[in-house]
């Protein structure tokens, strides 16, 4: 079997599909985006084409080494989006052709349904207590929100009181049982952080996301020192080497790999077996698309350290098209009301491409890109 092909579709509202067919007749799907840079993870998938074609898709790992290695200039957000697409389609690929889901493919499923958990609020939260209540009704037993908007180094304890508001509405519209993770989206900066999470605590979040920005994870010693509640980091940071001093550091207690920017299922597999040394858990990012979640369905259903995974179903991006719209059958990741999904038994990743459905959806594409956010004295802020 060899690879003839690799085919890039651009759909709404933010994403950027990856078919693979081979000369036996079997496609394979991948997700290789970058959220805001779909075109730049575009180019950089068909420089890596020619390498491809003519290969066996069902020698991945040595696919892996060879895009990864053989360019000399390694890992990086646009070259791992690439190859992490092309890898989730060669695991779709090498499953269909051994007609098994592929986390049996990986040591088998470790556990019998999935934890998710779902976004509510937007970029600049509002309402929460309601949104919450709402995905309670619907099933849901976590939700995040994002904790702040602009922040700048050192800002108004007023947009402190704000943000502990927004959690206070969110906790007591659901209750204590109810998950709620805080993602502070790399926005706060670690003085202001440390100040945040304490006045967070009293509410048990789940979690709180990327308390400063995965360049400054020194930082997370300090703003550690000053909160019991777990931290959790990892969207920004590739492959296994990046996540090497983060894990020696000891400061995490949740990583996020993102299945589409890491290095795909295997790499991130890897990932994770080395935080489970670590006593870390994995709880892996994905406000993307269907394929990058089925990816990361097929990683948790084999990996010990797994506690719950983001979708996005619903979250304030998806404008015009859904998680579910390009898929065949939309009832395959069969939420169950309880919060959980059922583990994906079909071949590969586990479901079927409406390859009609993206094929018109790339004829109009799309040219997503991050909000650019500044302070009040005009200077950017991140978003």
Known sequence: MKITDLELFQVAPRWLFLKVS???????????????????????????????????????????????????????PILMSAIS?????????????????VHELLGGAVRDKLRVYVWIGGDRPDDVGEQAKKQVEAGFTALKM??????????SYSKIDEAVARMAAAREAVGPDVGIAVDFHGRVHKAMAKILVKELEPFRPMFIEEPVLAEHNDALREVARHTTVPIATGERMYTRWGFKELLQQGYA????????????????????AMAEAYDVSIAPHCPLGPIALASCFQLDSCTPNF???????????????????????????????????????????????????????????????????????????EW
């Open 307 to 381: 506690i719950i995974q983001e979708q996005s179903l619903g979250i304030h991006y998806n404008q015009g098209s859904d998680l579910l719209d390009y898929l065949a059958d939309p009832g395959v990741f069969g939420y169950d009301g309880n919060g959980y999904v059922a583990i994906p038994k079909g071949p590969g990743l586990g479901i079927e491409i409406n390859e009609d459905k993206v094929r018109e959806a790339a004829a109009i594409g799309h040219e997503w890109h991050a909000p650019v956010w500044r302070n009040e004295d005009g200077s950017y802020a």
């Open 146 to 155: 994002n904790g702040t908007g602009e922040m700048n180094y050192i800002d």
């Open 85 to 101: 697409g092309i890898e989730q389609a060669l695991w779709d690929i090498k499953g269909k052709y051994y007609n098994a889901p």
């Open 253 to 272: 207690d949740i990583i996020q790999p993102d299945l589409s920017h890491a290095g795909g299922i295997y790499e991130c597999l890897k990932i994770a």
């Open 22 to 76: 081979t000369d036996a007749g079997i496609a394979g799907w991948g997700e290789p985006i970058l959220e805001g840079r779909a075109s730049t993870v575009r180019a950089a998938v068909n420089e890596l084409k020619d390498y491809l074609i003519g290969k066996d898709p069902l020698r991945i790992e040595d696919h892996f080494q060879v895009l990864y290695r053989g360019g000399f200039y390694r890992g990086g």
